[in-house]
């Protein structure tokens, strides 16, 4: 069965300097993943997704993540850090048709 | 513009009452879900729909029930059954058929049960 696993819970990182927040997946085969934010009291948005088409995938705001099928990894990261960045990130896999399964999220604090 | 829209945004509830959840798109998705959303929990599935007038249970349907009446609605009712209901809820929908594509969300709603 396809999951996901969030590695840290809590992510703080000073203005201007690098985010990496981590996601292991499990599967069997190459999963699609998506990465999602979530701004307090606000729904989730859409970062970037992974598809198979590239492992470097480019999303919105600057962020990054890059598939790694050998460390079955699809890290998050951004080269600088912007106050705007704080919230809530979760790794997402598709877990059969219409469903999906969600990591248990990593808040991102952001220190001026 | 395209999207889901949740209502209302706050929600209160005293026990022992119903409270039915709105949820529209104008996405034209197949699929539509529910999710609830607990400090330090992640999403939990409550219930999902891949075709108007069906649904299925997600991993915590207990005390919830929907419909699915039309492609655009799939409001979620929160019964007086629910031990716990004062929670995040999260509608999204999708694009049936894909596994590569992804979830959108509304902006949720914060029911608590006074």
């Known amino acids: 069965a396809q999951s996901v696993t969030q590695l840290d819970s809590h992510v703080s990182v000073s203005e201007g300097t690098p985010v990496l927040l981590r996601c292991n997946y499990s599967s069997s085969y190459s999963p699609s993943l998506f990465w999602y934010v979530q701004h307090p009291n606000k729904g989730l948005q859409l970062l970037l997704k992974y598809t198979s088409a590239a492992t470097l995938v480019k999303g919105i705001n600057g962020f990054e993540a890059e598939f790694k099928k050998s460390e079955t990894s699809f890290h998050l990261t951004k080269p600088s850090a912007h106050m705007s960045d704080a919230a809530e990130y979760f790794c997402?896999?598709?877990?059969?048709?219409?469903?999906?399964?969600f990591g248990t999220g990593t808040s991102l604090t952001v220190i001026p | 513009d395209g999207g889901i829209t949740q209502s209302p945004k706050y929600l209160f509830r005293k026990e022992g009452q119903n409270v039915t959840l709105s949820c529209e798109q104008n996405?034209?998705?197949?699929?539509m879900y529910w999710y609830r959303q607990d400090p330090g929990q992640g999403l939990r599935l409550i219930y999902y729909?891949?075709?108007?007038?069906?649904?299925q249970k997600g991993d915590i349907a207990e005390g919830y029930s929907v419909s699915r009446e039309k492609k655009e609605s799939f409001p979620l009712t929160v019964t007086s059954a629910q031990k716990n209901p004062t929670a995040f809820y999260l509608c999204a929908s999708s694009i049936d058929t894909l596994w590569n594509t992804e979830a959108f969300f509304g902006q949720g709603t914060r029911l608590t049960v006074v």
């Open positions: 996405l034209n998705h197949d699929a």
């Open positions: 729909s891949q075709i108007v007038n069906d649904f």
């Open positions: 997402v896999v598709p877990r059969g048709r219409n469903q999906f399964y």
